[in-house]
Nanobody, 122 residues
Framework: QVQLVESGGGLVQAGGSLRLSCAAS????????MGWFRQAPGKEREFVAT????????YYADSVKGRFTISRDNDKSTVYLQMNTLRPEDTAVYYC???????????????WGQGTQVTVSS
């Protein structure tokens, strides 16, 4: 069992930056691929970024490529999402997720956090 707790969300102006963190409890964090997803009001949850256990495989949604960076610290059992040049359309609840397998850009993850709100004002 893995528990995931996101933090770092908030209100920011367009063009600003935020860094989200997701702390994992439970055993064997290093065995999990980690992902970030987001869900805006009235829309389906969508993929943002994913990283494999070692950080050697990274994938991003086209909408965030070049602006967002996913990383992980296995010693701290934490995954991060650095978000730069934020846009109003990035406004959503952001979720981290853990998958006991290779990376995936779908929602086929085993564990999910409760989400953190990111609001970007224009």
């Amino acid at each position: 069992q893995v528990q995931l707790v996101e933090s770092g969300g908030g209100l920011v102006q367009a063009g600003g930056s935020l860094r989200l963190s997701c702390a994992a409890s439970g055993r064997m964090f290093v065995m999990y691929a980690m992902g970030w997803f987001r869900q805006a009001p009235g829309k389906e949850r969508e993929f943002v970024a994913t990283i494999n256990w070692s950080g050697s495989e990274l994938y991003y949604a086209d909408s965030v490529k070049g602006r967002f960076t996913i990383s992980r610290d296995n010693d701290k059992s934490t995954v991060y999402l650095q978000m730069n040049t934020l846009r109003p359309e990035d406004t959503a609840v952001y979720y981290c997720a853990a998958r006991r397998a290779t990376v995936s850009t779908t929602t086929a993850y085993d564990y999910w956090g409760q989400g953190t709100q990111v609001t970007v004002s224009s």
